[in-house]
């Protein structure tokens, strides 16, 4: 008896197709949706009559439309009424091939009770392939490069040599290990937390600058100072250091000003240490505290056996 299929409409109830890390033997059963492929046809003989009855039925899945790169094929005992049967492909002992097979356009080819295979063949729409995510099945792989993961987990066990853990990672020097930015031209590092910095870390050229903080703590970086560290502080008026290895502890207001190489200041507020004044200390604590370079006119040095040296200094600002 020839026959033909009328009709076939197919669909997948599944969207394991999307992972590569799902296995058709492994797949969840308990709120994951089964990974089979519901297909359905209508089959008539060459004179129209209605085909009844139990009909052995092969299905197979292709690549292409022309049925030369079979990638799956399963045989069914199915129960036919008015000419309309009904398959669950990837049910019973044949299973549907892994998911990284069939993320392709696909065709299905249909024999009946060992006849030539049907044509053409009918091609699976890309529609239906996504009623629900499995859990767990997106992978990095199904992901565009510019998609930010906004979980901010890291992986445990490590996956990746190259990756970091939240149990930490061994350091080797020799092999180069760092964290940070690579390389000349690659920008300095920001660790920021709620998107509001926290530090930020300047080459300096060789000799680092370390802004740490309020977000208005201010290193010239632009104007080639290097060396120098804010430790914190700042807020309602930012610290500023305008020359080389200059620190700030913290506080708020505080500034090393330009040509004040090698100087510091504790912390405390609105202190000043001005221009051309190198090696500078203000210990920190207290308000306005400032020093300024002098122009030493006349020094007397006392000394007697009993006292200690008393040393007097004239001089005009």
């Known amino acids: 008896m020839k026959q033909r299929i009328l009709f076939a409409v197919a669909f997948f109830l599944l969207t394991a197709l999307f992972s590569n890390r799902l296995d058709a033997q492994t797949i969840s059963t308990s709120t994951d949706v089964p990974y089979v492929l519901s297909y359905q046809g209508h089959i008539a003989t060459t ?64 024999k009946v009770d060992g006849s030539e295979e049907m044509r053409p063949l009918t091609q699976l729409t890309a529609v239906p392939y996504a009623l629900n995510v499995p859990d767990q099945s997106i992978t990095l792989a199904k992901l565009a490069p510019e998609v930010i993961l906004g979980t901010g987990k890291i992986p445990t066990p490590q996956l990746d040599p190259n990756d970091w853990t939240r149990n930490g990672n061994a350091y080797n020097a020799a092999a180069g290990d760092f964290v940070g930015t690579a390389g000349p031209g690659s920008g300095d590092l920001e660790l920021q937390s709620q998107a509001v910095k926290v530090v930020h870390y300047n080459a300096g050229g060789g000799v680092p600058n370390i802004n740490g903080g309020a977000p208005g703590n201010f290193i010239n970086i632009p104007g080639g100072v290097v060396g120098a560290t804010i430790s914190g ?27 004040s190489a090698l100087s510091t200041i504790g912390g405390g507020d609105q202190n000043h240490i001005w221009q051309n004044s190198d090696h500078a200390t203000v210990a920190g604590g207290g308000w306005a505290n400032q020093i300024a370079a002098i122009q030493v006119q006349q020094l007397t040095c006392l000394r007697s056996a009993a006292e200690p040296i008393i040393i007097s200094i004239r001089n005009s600002l």
């Open 233 to 259: 502080g700042g807020g309602v008026a930012a610290n500023t250091i305008l020359s080389n290895s200059g620190v700030i502890g913290g506080g708020q207001g505080n500034t090393i000003d330009a040509n």
């Open 47 to 110: 004179g129209n009559s209605v085909v009844t009855g139990t009909h052995h039925i092969t299905a197979s899945i292709y690549s292409d439309a022309y049925g030369s790169n079979s990638l799956w094929q399963g045989s069914y005992d199915a129960e036919i009424k008015d000419g309309i049967f009904a398959l669950q492909l990837g049910s019973g002992k044949t299973k549907l091939p892994q998911s990284g097979l069939l993320d392709r356009p696909l065709w299905i080819g249909i």
